[in-house]
């Protein structure tokens, strides 16, 4: 069976330095790249009315946009010789990652630093320190 | 979008020039409402003589509608409320759904509209006017009202409109006239909606705006002595807040305060729970004195019967069941089907009311602050209860005013503006003239004496219900369609817990 590597990928310039480290590996490993694009999102978050009304549109954009993002990416992935494969998820990005890469029994996760200070990380919870406490698996973080 | 905001600070310029400064500008607001507010008010509070005191029919009408829904449904507001609790901790939610309008999102929404200056200020009233036994009759109204929200969200959902661009939009005015349309009744419908409409409007201007800005005056101006009398100048500030918001689309004020306010009740409670655990002894004392204020035949501030009319009134006025207000904001949730939002939605009134508005009750009549008589009502009355055990506290209930009464303002901004848009259709330039006109009226709110705002906010809510509840007694055999349809789907699993 061959390896999946789910990768963490917005567009973001450290999302891409992610996928590049992770696609280099797939090529030598012969692995499948799974591109998970989380939209930040709480079921338990305070809005406007207004917002509330716009918000089914909003997430059809939000798709979309994303969806514009990671579709040229697995192309060229393919076009290279790497199986890839992508889908956008709406929650927690910590959560999702760890859950998807569960569920397609992933060799690894690989996310971007974000080059926060450790302060900000501590704080606001990012994704790094979240996947190093809760991931299922072995989880690079490409610098 | 600068512009615009130029547009509404000119506009809101021009009110106070416009008022003649001989008795000061807040006197001259005062006097050229008063005339037109008055035979508004003395139309819908019609009010019979019951017993010796004056009965207001229409409270009478959102409370016999209450008791209605309750029995016709058997009670759902305590057979359901386990369920209620499973929906909005979101026991149901599809993943596939992740990125959709939650129901805790609805009614978190929902509930920055209606806890306002209601549970803080329309308490004070009520304890002020109709004494301890006011507590009773409110917690009652709340529990019965728990089931005229269930009835109008679940339609608010059941005949929304969802546009192309993925908007959506629901409420009374819609159920009225699409669902009535399905019976045949499309011409009784569409009268019915347009006047919802038209008092919604006023709702939103009266309650949802000029009862806001006036309390939250109120509570400031006693305690920052410079803006004693200068009501204007904190209602011009407080509109161009709001102007900021709804005109200007600058969210961002709007979503910080929408994750302060929640905060603010939290404390609020916190605060209500420590004064009542202080004075722990006066317990007993305090629930005798609202059970013989409830039943009092001929207690003070004319006996049950006034306890009862100020009880039932603030309850309603606080958490708008029945009135169909909620059922616009509710309306866009994502949901499988109608009957979970209408679930959801029976929480409001529980928590509004039967939690929040009780609490303040408790506190003013636990610390002995309420004298018949003295003239301190409303949010001073509320304020003074609280200052009795935190002194200072009168600061932070400042705070809080003003949030509620900014999160409460940007919610009915909204339904007043959906009634709007309804009567007059969509337009970019007739949305801006509605939000031009409620701009205004937060500056003539907190110009006001609490007399003439209240009386007109509270005319104007409660005339919604008149509309609203006559649409609910002829679509209910729908809803009770849909309760059947939702259980079946239970029960057959196709509806089913996720987690």
């Given at each position: 069976?061959?390896?999946?590597?789910?990768?963490?990928?917005d567009?973001?310039?450290?999302?891409?330095?992610?996928?590049?480290y992770?696609?280099?590996?797939?090529?030598k490993?012969?692995?499948?790249?799974?591109l998970?694009?989380v939209?930040e999102?709480s079921?338990?978050?305070?809005h406007t009315?207004?917002e509330l009304?716009?918000?089914h549109?909003?997430?059809?954009?939000?798709?979309?946009?994303?969806?514009?993002?990671?579709?040229?990416?697995?192309?060229?992935?393919?076009?290279?010789?790497v199986t890839?494969?992508?889908?956008?998820?709406?929650?927690?990005?910590?959560?999702?990652?760890?859950?998807?890469?569960?569920?397609k029994?992933?060799?690894?996760?690989?996310?971007?630093?974000?080059?926060?200070s450790?302060?900000?990380?501590?704080?606001?919870?990012?994704l790094?320190?979240?996947?190093a406490q809760?991931?299922?698996?072995?989880?690079t973080?490409?610098? | 979008?600068?512009?615009?905001?130029?547009?509404?600070?000119?506009g809101?310029?021009?009110?106070?020039?416009?008022?003649?400064?001989?008795?000061?500008?807040?006197?001259?607001?005062?006097?050229?409402?008063?005339?037109?507010?008055?035979?508004?008010?003395?139309?819908?509070?019609?009010?019979?003589?019951?017993?010796?005191?004056?009965?207001?029919?229409?409270?009478g009408?959102?409370?016999i509608a209450a008791?209605?829904?309750?029995?016709?449904?058997?009670?759902?507001?305590?057979?359901?409320?386990k369920?209620?609790?499973?929906l909005?901790?979101?026991?149901?939610?599809?993943?596939?759904?992740?990125?959709e309008?939650?129901?805790?999102?609805?009614?978190?929404?929902?509930?920055?509209?209606?806890?306002g200056?209601?549970?803080?200020?329309?308490?004070?009233?009520a304890?002020?006017?109709?004494g301890?036994?006011?507590?009773?009759w409110?917690?009652?109204?709340g529990?019965?009202?728990?089931?005229s929200?269930?009835t109008?969200?679940?339609?608010?959902?059941?005949?929304r409109?969802?546009?192309?661009?993925?908007?959506?939009s629901?409420?009374?005015?819609?159920?009225?006239?699409?669902?009535?349309s399905?019976?045949?009744?499309a011409?009784?419908?569409?009268?019915?909606?347009?006047f919802?409409?038209?008092?919604?409007?006023?709702?939103?201007?009266?309650?949802?705006?000029?009862f806001?800005?006036n309390?939250?005056?109120?509570q400031i101006?006693?305690?920052?002595?410079?803006f004693?009398g200068?009501?204007?100048?904190?209602?011009l500030?407080?509109?161009?807040?709001?102007?900021?918001?709804?005109?200007?689309?600058?969210?961002s004020?709007?979503r910080?305060?929408?994750?302060?306010?929640?905060?603010?009740?939290?404390?609020?409670?916190?605060?209500?729970?420590?004064?009542i655990?202080?004075?722990?002894?006066?317990?007993?004392?305090?629930?005798?004195?609202?059970?013989?204020?409830?039943?009092?035949?001929?207690a003070?501030?004319?006996?049950?019967i006034?306890?009862?009319?100020?009880?039932?009134?603030?309850?309603a006025?606080?958490?708008?069941?029945?009135?169909?207000?909620?059922?616009i904001a509710?309306?866009?949730?994502?949901?499988?089907h109608?009957?979970t939002?209408?679930?959801?939605?029976?929480?409001?009134?529980f928590?509004?009311t039967?939690v929040?508005?009780?609490?303040?009750?408790?506190?003013?009549?636990?610390?002995g602050s309420w004298e018949?008589d003295s003239?301190?009502?409303?949010i001073?009355?509320?304020?003074?209860?609280?200052?009795a055990?935190?002194?200072?506290?009168?600061?932070?209930l400042?705070?809080?005013?003003?949030?509620?009464?900014?999160?409460?303002?940007?919610?009915w901004?909204?339904?007043?503006l959906?009634?709007?848009?309804?009567?007059?259709?969509?337009?970019?330039?007739?949305?801006?003239?509605?939000?031009?006109?409620?701009?205004?009226?937060?500056?003539?709110?907190?110009?006001?004496s609490?007399?003439?705002?209240?009386?007109?906010?509270?005319?104007m809510?409660?005339?919604?219900?008149i509309a609203?509840?006559?649409?609910?007694?002829?679509?209910?055999?729908?809803?009770?369609?849909?309760?059947?349809?939702?259980?079946?789907k239970l029960?057959s699993?196709?509806?089913?817990?996720?987690?």
């Amino acid at each position: 069976m061959t390896d999946i590597y789910v990768v963490g990928f917005d567009g973001t310039a450290h999302a891409s330095r992610a996928l590049d480290y992770a696609s280099a590996r797939a090529k030598k490993s012969g692995a499948k790249l799974h591109l998970v694009y989380v939209l930040e999102w709480s079921p338990f978050s305070f809005h406007t009315p207004e917002e509330l009304a716009e918000r089914h549109g909003r997430r059809e954009e939000e798709l979309a946009r994303a969806q514009s993002v990671l579709q040229p990416v697995v192309d060229a992935l393919t076009a290279e010789g790497v199986t890839t494969t992508s889908e956008v998820r709406h929650g927690h990005a910590g959560e999702l990652m760890c859950e998807i890469a569960k569920d397609k029994k992933a060799a690894q996760i690989v996310i971007g630093r974000t080059g926060e200070s450790a302060l900000t990380q501590r704080l606001l919870g990012g994704l790094a320190l979240t996947l190093a406490q809760a991931s299922p698996v072995p989880v690079t973080i490409v610098p | 979008m600068f512009k615009r905001i130029m547009w509404a600070a000119f506009g809101l310029l021009l009110i106070p020039s416009v008022a003649h400064a001989e008795d000061g500008i807040d006197q001259a607001i005062s006097d050229a409402i008063g005339p037109i507010v008055n035979p508004i008010v003395n139309t819908v509070f019609y009010s019979v003589p019951v017993f010796g005191t004056n009965f207001p029919l229409i409270v009478g009408w959102l409370v016999i509608a209450a008791i209605v829904f309750t029995l016709y449904f058997g009670f759902i507001q305590f057979r359901g409320f386990k369920h209620s609790i499973e929906l909005v901790r979101g026991d149901y939610l599809d993943p596939n759904d992740a990125g959709e309008v939650t129901p805790f999102q609805a009614l978190a929404t929902a509930l920055s509209g209606t806890v306002g200056l209601g549970n803080i200020a329309g308490v004070g009233v009520a304890v002020y006017l109709g004494g301890p036994g006011a507590t009773f009759w409110m917690i009652l109204a709340g529990l019965l009202g728990m089931a005229s929200k269930f009835t109008e969200c679940i339609l608010g959902v059941r005949y929304r409109n969802e546009y192309e661009n993925g908007t959506v939009s629901g409420g009374p005015m819609y159920y009225l006239s699409k669902g009535l349309s399905e019976d045949g009744k499309a011409a009784l419908g569409k009268f019915l909606a347009i006047f919802f409409s038209i008092c919604c409007i006023g709702g939103a201007l009266g309650g949802g705006n000029m009862f806001q800005a006036n309390q939250s005056f109120a509570q400031i101006s006693s305690l920052v002595p410079f803006f004693d009398g200068k009501g204007w100048l904190f209602g011009l500030i407080m509109a161009i807040i709001v102007g900021v918001v709804i005109i200007g689309g600058i969210k961002s004020i709007a979503r910080v305060t929408e994750k302060v306010v929640p905060f603010m009740a939290v404390i609020y409670v916190g605060a209500a729970l420590i004064i009542i655990a202080i004075n722990f002894a006066a317990i007993p004392d305090a629930i005798s004195a609202i059970f013989a204020g409830a039943f009092a035949p001929t207690a003070v501030a004319g006996g049950a019967i006034g306890a009862l009319i100020q009880g039932f009134k603030r309850a309603a006025f606080s958490n708008e069941a029945g009135i169909g207000s909620a059922s616009i904001a509710h309306s866009a949730v994502q949901t499988k089907h109608p009957v979970t939002e209408g679930y959801v939605a029976l929480l409001e009134p529980f928590i509004d009311t039967v939690v929040i508005c009780t609490m303040t009750s408790l506190v003013i009549t636990i610390t002995g602050s309420w004298e018949p008589d003295s003239g301190v009502t409303g949010i001073a009355l509320t304020s003074k209860a609280f200052e009795a055990n935190f002194s200072g506290f009168g600061y932070v209930l400042a705070v809080a005013a003003v949030l509620f009464a900014f999160s409460t303002m940007i919610s009915w901004s909204y339904y007043g503006l959906k009634a709007w848009t309804y009567l007059f259709g969509e337009g970019q330039g007739k949305e801006v003239v509605f939000k031009l006109i409620f701009c205004i009226f937060v500056v003539i709110g907190s110009s006001m004496s609490l007399g003439p705002v209240i009386d007109f906010s509270d005319a104007m809510i409660f005339a919604m219900a008149i509309a609203n509840i006559i649409g609910l007694y002829m679509l209910m055999p729908k809803v009770k369609a849909l309760l059947k349809d939702y259980h079946a789907k239970l029960a057959s699993g196709e509806i089913k817990k996720i987690k």
